[in-house]
Nanobody
Framework: QVDLVESGGGSVQAGGSLRLSCAAS?????????MGWFRQAPGKGREVVAH???????NYADSVKGRFTISKDNANNTLYLQMNRLKSEDTAMYYC?????????????????????WGQGTQVTVSS
């Protein structure tokens, strides 16, 4: 069983938009204290892009503020990331993650080590 499945990645020109989706199975979605999107570019570490906690409080990396929006659809156990005004530096593999341990929320949902469920990733490529 795959608990988190991302979709929606692809290739787009700079200035364009994409919407990533993360379909989650019942357990990680309903028990998560945090859900987030992370990304990893070639040769770089995994970084947080945006996260949302169980009270729907959202937070964004400075590099994407004002351009990306994270949201949840509780009726369909789905997490979204709307990405607008994409830049070449947004090129990366994007991962959906869920944190079912309380520690995630204690540390503000921003630490990847607090997330215990991960998707396989979806590639986003932005050409300039």
């Amino acid at each position: 069983q795959v608990d988190l499945v991302e979709s929606g990645g692809g290739s787009v020109q700079a200035g364009g938009s994409l919407r990533l989706s993360c379909a989650a199975s019942e357990y990680p979605y309903s028990r998560s204290h945090c859900m987030g999107w992370f990304r990893q570019a070639p040769g770089k570490g995994r970084e947080v892009v945006a996260h949302i906690d169980s009270e729907d409080t959202t937070n964004y990396a400075d590099s994407v503020k004002g351009r990306f929006t994270i949201s949840k659809d509780n009726a369909n156990n789905t997490l979204y990331l709307q990405m607008n005004r994409l830049k070449s530096e947004d090129t990366a593999m994007y991962y959906c993650a869920a944190s079912t341990s309380g520690r995630g929320k204690i540390f503000g949902c921003s630490r990847y080590e607090d997330y215990d469920y991960w998707g396989q990733g979806t590639q986003v490529t932005v050409s300039s």
